[in-house]
């Protein structure tokens, strides 16, 4: 897909067939680098709808370092199965809250992952 | 940057101003489904070249379950320090592992970040 401004985009579209165990939404935000504050306290305000949200696991704002990024904000949230993601995307809140005019500012692209191979160096 | 299969471009350019703390690598790689298998095969063995080097903290490899995805796998990958990253993607062997003609048929797009916001329900 493309980056989106409609609300109706804004959701990772979830797989047809049955999934089980945790999914992992990357969401990727396209920021003029002037708009950070603007953008990141946005974002923090719509995130305590998520993380309120049954199925919640988890989640990290990622700012990019790269000069060159498309894409200066990613979120990764992972979620206890994609039924509790499609849940959490689904309620009247949940539109509300991503159909805030200043979410137009910020172009987002939404996707749903299954994770395949996990790796922590920290915890062999 | 756009997805790009040249191997110089293979590396996420990394901070011009010192920056401290941890990095996080997101690469994402376009792949047709039906190629599934060589693509996992072959960042597997590229995989372990990077675990093995100073710095190195976790990797996720992650794929799409929305129908629509642009980018079938991402991989999200932990280290140190930009330095540290830096030097694992300067070495003669990283050009080499980069370097397989198999990785042709697989564009990707790296991008380097920082961490905003961690927030992880279950250890609270």
Redesign the interface.
């Given at each position: 897909?493309s980056d989106t401004i409609n609300p109706a985009e804004r959701t990772?579209?979830?797989?047809?067939t049955k999934?089980d165990g945790p999914?992992?939404l990357?969401n990727r935000f396209v920021v003029d680098p002037s708009r950070d504050a603007a953008f990141?306290s946005l974002w923090?305000r719509t995130?305590h709808y998520f993380?309120a949200r049954p199925g919640?696991?988890?989640?990290?704002?990622?700012?990019?370092?790269?000069?060159?990024?498309?894409?200066r904000?990613?979120n990764?949230a992972t979620w206890s199965s994609?039924a509790a993601f499609r849940a959490a995307h689904e309620t009247n809140e949940f539109f509300e809250v991503v159909g805030q005019p200043a979410w137009a500012e910020f172009p987002s692209?939404?996707?749903?992952?299954?994770?395949?191979?996990?790796?922590?160096?920290?915890s062999e």
């Open positions: 897909m990772a579209k979830a797989p047809i999934h999914v992992v990357v990141v923090e995130s993380r919640y696991m988890s989640l990290r704002l990622h700012r990019a370092l790269s000069p060159d990024a498309t894409h904000y990613v990764v994609a692209n939404p996707t749903l992952y299954e994770i395949i191979t996990d790796d922590d160096a920290g």
